[in-house]
């Protein structure tokens, strides 16, 4: 089955800690993409990465980082200098040359 | 500053009627639009998309229609089904600051199919 998987689907950290959020994809596609989902807002670019060991801030991206070393991964890092983390991520995928993305199931992270 | 915008946050219809969702974008080099939906607690799904070249794209019940000069697009559904009950994100493509392709996506649209 091809796909994406995000785990785990309920994430909890202490404030001040790092946490790392999975995100592999076995669709082949070059383009991945780190969103977060607050209440009453869209979908907000944290990182994205047109191919591997490349990748772009999105429009979020202060206190986040991100990694693509394998086509099929994208983990992205929310780091305690991200000064709200609690959200909904969700990461997605897309072919070269087409705009259409494909998301995973997202993680939900509650900071304590 | 919100490119897209979808000013309606909920709409209730009733099952067999149509739904019209609308959306508005001020970027004028969107070149690609996609509509998506979202069930509670899972990632969006691709519903349906159009380029900007074209006005209308039509796939069994769902049709978008494009209307470039004013800058808005519309998803119309038709008849609707209390399983279409989910939020519908409108997205506008175009190329970003970093010389790549970027989507934008609106906040939202919660559609309620009333049996």
């Known amino acids: 089955d091809g796909g994406i998987t995000q785990s785990p689907k309920y994430l909890f950290r202490k404030e001040g800690q790092n946490v790392t959020l999975s995100c592999e994809q076995n669709?082949?596609?070059?383009?991945m993409y780190w969103y977060r989902q607050d209440p009453g807002q869209g979908l907000r670019l944290i990182y994205y990465?047109?191919?591997?060991?490349?990748?772009q801030k999105g429009d979020i991206a202060e206190g986040y980082s991100v990694s693509r070393e394998k086509k099929e991964s994208f983990p992205l890092t929310v780091t305690s200098a991200q000064k709200n983390p609690t959200a909904f991520y969700l990461c997605a995928s897309s072919p070269t040359g087409t705009d259409t993305q494909y998301f995973g199931p997202g993680t939900r992270l509650t900071v304590l | 500053d919100q490119q897209v915008k979808q000013n309606s946050p909920s709409l209730s219809v009733q099952e067999g009627r149509i739904s019209i969702l609308n959306c508005d974008y001020t970027?004028?080099?969107?070149?690609?639009f996609l509509w998506y939906k979202k069930y509670p607690a899972e990632g969006p799904t691709f519903l349906i998309s159009i380029s900007s070249i074209k006005d209308k794209n039509e796939d069994g019940r769902f049709t978008v229609f494009l209307n470039k000069s004013a800058k808005h697009l519309s998803l119309h559904i038709v008849p609707s089904q209390p399983g279409d009950s989910a939020v519908y994100f409108c997205?506008?493509?175009?190329?970003?600051?970093?010389?790549?392709?970027?989507?934008?996506f609106g906040i939202g649209t919660k559609l309620q199919v009333i049996p």
């Open positions: 970027n004028s080099m969107f070149d690609y």
């Open positions: 990465s047109q191919i591997v060991n490349d990748f």
């Open positions: 997205a506008a493509s175009g190329v970003g600051s970093g010389g790549y392709q970027k989507v934008t």
């Open positions: 669709l082949n596609h070059d383009a």
